[in-house]
């Protein structure tokens, strides 16, 4: 980010297929936040340029949606899309 000033960033959230429509957006939200405040704090990264989507169940991936049974079991993926 420091390299590229003029960069922006998008963290999307997910959540797993338990629970309620309603919950797992917030939960997918809090997420997103959570990583977005992570990166702040640590490495300083200007608030402006850092964005956050909460998608619940939409736009998972395929290795995501199934329900695995342990509910210990956490699934985190990382894209760069359109970065230069």
């Known amino acids: 980010m420091k390299a590229q000033p003029e960069a922006s960033i998008e963290i999307i959230g997910h959540s797993h297929n338990v629970g309620k429509d309603g919950i797992d957006m917030l939960?997918?939200?809090?997420?997103?936040?959570?990583?977005?405040?992570?990166?702040?704090?640590?490495?300083?990264?200007?608030?402006?340029?850092i964005h956050t989507l909460g998608t619940g169940l939409i736009n998972r991936s395929p290795t995501i949606r199934q329900n695995r049974g342990d509910r210990k079991t956490k699934e985190s993926n990382l894209s760069f899309t359109n970065f230069r």
């Open 27 to 49: 939960l997918s939200q809090k997420r997103a936040d959570s990583v977005r405040r992570y990166l702040i704090d640590k490495f300083g990264f200007e608030k402006s340029r």
